[in-house]
């Protein structure tokens, strides 16, 4: 397995922080976002703003690909 640096993986596991607190959202397990954000440990305008749609940063296409 690669090894990470610490920023990389510090990153990589709030991603999953945050794909189980959207879950938690999703099966309404806690109806409020910032008691979730609190129960995980995440920001709360990073989980909102992913609750409303905004793509993660990793999803994203880099801004310097060429579009042809």
Not at 37 to 60: C, E, F, M, Q
């Amino acid at each position: 397995t690669p090894i990470r640096p610490e920023s990389r993986q510090k990153s990589a596991n709030q991603e999953g922080r945050i794909l189980l607190a959207l879950n938690d959202l999703q099966n309404s397990r806690i109806k409020s976002i910032r008691a979730i954000a609190k129960l995980y440990d995440i920001p709360y305008t990073t989980l909102y703003r992913r609750v409303n749609g905004l793509t993660s940063r990793v999803d994203k296409r880099p801004t310097g690909h060429k579009l042809t």
